[in-house]
């Protein structure tokens, strides 16, 4: 774990990301991973997570683009980098494993070659070294008969096997962070906890920080330290797994929960969440969750949640909740 005095191995402060300069698609985003320390990011589908995940090094599509605040990799600022700098973290300081990994990979490249093209652009591996190393990493990663799957094109992968290939890409450069956009999506339990198992192996033999961006409130218990919970463009609520899930805050937070517990309402049907997230265009005024969210319902049309976006209260044991319903 990171010493009082050591640089956090990733830092975002106020972070914007707009459509433009006009729409924000996330904004004031605040986040820190301690040196091997895993943070999950959660929330539904459309709360910016992978947004958010892409900013950080630099990998948003046009027209999104930062447009305030600060990213910094282990103390050194990127959010200004030019782009050989960004170039030499990207794969080498970060490595990313992104989502639907069957389709990241190259059909037309050999296995093989991909993992070890990160050897050879940072660490400057010969092709035979690089290939040497793609068959090690293939192995560490719990893929039988390596040298013969580094000879294989992505199409003769199962999902689970491109998956621990896109990890032995993400990790050939000996990263500081690893970024694992939802690492376990269409894949059957028993894979998934062999990837989750994996990345926790990873991640304690190489003191390796990771962020963790899923929707599985299940997968954050299981491998996380924190959690930090957004919705919107915004964060909710961030705090030690265990006390958010044991007492989450944030009317949000419940809700997530309960969902991912299947847990059943009065009526007897599945607990769900009303109405669905707004899109980025709509301009809502106060808590962007007051729509949805039952304290909100229940008070006045004049309510404080409907007119005042709430600030961060830190609570009694420790974590910070973006709520104007919440207990100090």
């Known amino acids: 774990m990171t010493s009082p005095n050591e640089a ?172 694992a956009d939802e690492p376990t999506t269409a894949l059957d339990v028993t894979v998934q906890a062999q990837i989750l198992g994996l990345l926790e192996k990873e991640k304690k033999q190489r003191t390796l920080s990771i962020l963790l961006i899923t929707h599985d409130l299940s997968i954050v218990s299981a491998v996380a330290d924190r959690v930090v919970v957004m919705y919107a463009g915004g964060i909710v609520e961030e705090g030690p797994v265990a006390t958010i899930m044991r007492a989450p805050q944030h009317p949000y937070t419940k809700a997530l929960i309960d969902c991912s517990l299947m847990r059943k309402a009065g009526s007897g049907d599945l607990e769900s969440i009303p109405g669905t997230i707004p899109p980025p265009t709509r301009s809502i005024p106060g808590c962007r969750f007051h729509p949805r969210c039952p304290h909100a319902l229940a008070r006045s049309k004049g309510s404080v949640c409907a007119s005042d976006e709430p600030v961060a209260t830190r609570t009694a044991d420790g974590h910070l909740v973006h709520c104007w319903a919440a207990e100090p």
Request: glycine share 10%; charged share 25%; proline share 5%.
């Open 8 to 179: 956090p191995c990733l830092k975002v402060e106020n972070l914007d990301i707009s459509i433009g300069d006009a729409v924000a698609v996330a904004r004031g985003i605040n986040l820190e991973i301690r040196r091997g320390e895993t943070v999950a990011l959660v929330g539904e589908s459309g709360s910016g997570k992978t947004v958010t995940a892409l900013s950080l090094i630099d990998l948003l599509p046009p027209p999104l683009r930062v447009t305030r605040g600060s990213v910094s990799i282990c103390g050194q600022e990127i959010t200004h980098a030019t782009p050989d700098v960004l170039n030499r973290i990207r794969g080498n300081r970060v490595g990313m494993i992104f989502q639907q990994p069957a389709s990241m990979l190259d059909p037309s490249c050999r296995v093989g070659r991909q993992v070890g093209e990160a050897l050879r652009l940072h660490r400057r591996a010969s092709r035979g070294e690089a290939f040497e190393r793609a068959v090690e990493l293939l192995r560490e990663v719990g893929i039988p008969e390596a040298g013969r799957r580094a000879r294989s094109f992505a199409h003769q992968l199962s999902g689970g096997m491109a998956q621990r290939v896109m990890i032995a890409a993400a990790l050939s450069s000996d990263p500081d962070l690893l970024i």
